[in-house]
């Protein structure tokens, strides 16, 4: 069985399918799972390839996942040429071979060795793959579930396979994760000589007590479940390089408020909106909301996740809503129990990146352990 798990991985990662673009890494997957019984809808959303896949009746239990990655960086620096995957001292190494065709691979031979084994299995398994989820998210996960919704499919439990673990295999599973909000945030001034500033409006000064207060600003103080809302700039620029003799007439901000359950999206831009009218700025913002906070903290899935790993690993895994997003948040107003469990996250998005032969073992016993867990 590791054979085939390898084989699969290194046909993936062979693919050098940098994000939106697929180039048929889901026809590999396609093909296969049409082979062991299952419908497959092949949805293209501009340069995007979506693949939603079922086989089944009843409650649904959705493996979600993607086959784009990111760009490999220096090649120089790589000890393998990235999309030409090599084992090296039990490692498996290329580009996506932890995020996440590894997870993928993992899903699908563990998928085909449950059907064959249980072809009249209860309820519905179904994988939603997108070639759009390290890019900007537009054309992918998002657009292919509000598809669905107007389908009126309901889909239970969401499985999702990216690297989640921090040392060993399970060792942390995501049960939640936290809102993302970016806006990019003009003030404008009045441009002039900075030998004379009596005849400017320098937007730089005025913006500095702005600044202090959005950056002292508490928007909540956390929960259980998440830590307290978290507010950073993450650009700041303003005029001409190498301008040195120019008060600019504008400054630019961008920032990112990462937010938990204790506040909303509308909550946020009312604060921020605030401290904006306070100092009676002429500017102009951009918001771009990239996904709701969401928590599972109960119900079947999760139970069953943090078994099949105690059973295999003989540990029981660390709850966790920390990192960055995941698709795993446009499902969040479907009602479904969302769960994340995937490969080691060391070297994901890393020169060299790479996962433990093992480890990919490890997965399709755990994944193939839930589905029986859920389906008999």
Known sequence: MLDDIILLSKQLIKIPSISPLDLNCQKIISKRLKKIGFIIENIKINQTNNLWAYKGIGKTLTFLGHTDVVPPGDLVKWKINPFKPKIIKDFLFGRGSSDMKGSLAAMIIATENFVKKNP????????????????????????????????????EYCLVGEPTSNIFLGDVIKNGRRGSISATLKIYGIQGHIAYPKLADNPIHKSVNFLKDLINLKLDSGNNYFEPS????????????????????SINIGFNIRYNTEITKEEIVFKIKKILMKYNFKYKINWIFSGDPFI??????????????????????????????????????MNSEIVELGLVNKTIHKINECVKVKDLYILYKIYKDILKNIFI
């Open 120 to 155: 009249f299995h209860k309820g519905r398994i179904s994988f939603l793959l997108t070639s759009d989820e390290e890019s900007l998210a537009l054309d992918g996960t998002k657009k292919v579930i509000n598809i669905l919704k107007k389908r009126n499919e309901k889909i």
């Open 296 to 333: 599972t903290n109960s119900g079947l899935l999760l139970k069953v996740v943090k078994h099949s790993i105690n059973k295999i690993q003989h540990f029981k895994p660390i709850l966790s809503t920390s990192g960055g997003t995941s698709d795993g948040r446009f499902f969040s107003n």
């Open 230 to 249: 978290n507010f950073q700039i993450f650009n700041l620029f303003s005029g001409k390089k190498n301008i040195t003799n120019m008060i600019p007439n």
